[in-house]
């Protein structure tokens, strides 16, 4: 049974940074691809980015590109989502995802195969 666990959500300010973690469990880690989601309220999931299952390659949303980097550790079996620079309209429910086996490097386009539960995220201006 696939788990994802995240953590590292709560109160920021704008400018500010977060750093959150999801700590998977169920599958051999290294062998899937993982990702970011989010969802504010009235609006659907959409994808904030993805990480190969190597590391080697990633990929963004446009809204987060050169403000949030991702990042794991096949060791510890543990993605991180690192967001700096945060603004008012980062707030969100943010949701740990990983990939089906055929899934190289996700992108916008791929629905994932496994979440987590969502840890919030709160900036304010």
């Known amino acids: 049974q696939v788990q994802l666990a995240e953590s590292g959500g709560g109160l920021a300010q704008a400018g500010g940074s977060l750093r959150l973690s999801c700590a998977a469990s169920?599958?051999?880690?290294?062998?899937?691809?993982m990702g970011w989601f989010r969802q504010t309220p009235g609006k659907e999931r959409e994808f904030v980015a993805a990480i190969s299952r190597s590391g080697i390659n990633t990929n963004y949303a446009d809204p987060v590109k050169g403000r949030f980097t991702i990042s794991r550790d096949n060791a510890k079996d543990t993605v991180y989502l690192q967001m700096n620079s945060l603004k008012p309209e980062d707030t969100a429910v943010y949701y740990c995802v990983t990939y089906s086996s055929n899934v190289v490097t996700p992108n916008y386009s791929h629905s994932p195969a496994y979440w987590g539960k969502g840890t919030l995220v709160t900036v304010s201006s």
């Open positions: 169920g599958r051999t880690f290294s062998w899937y691809a």
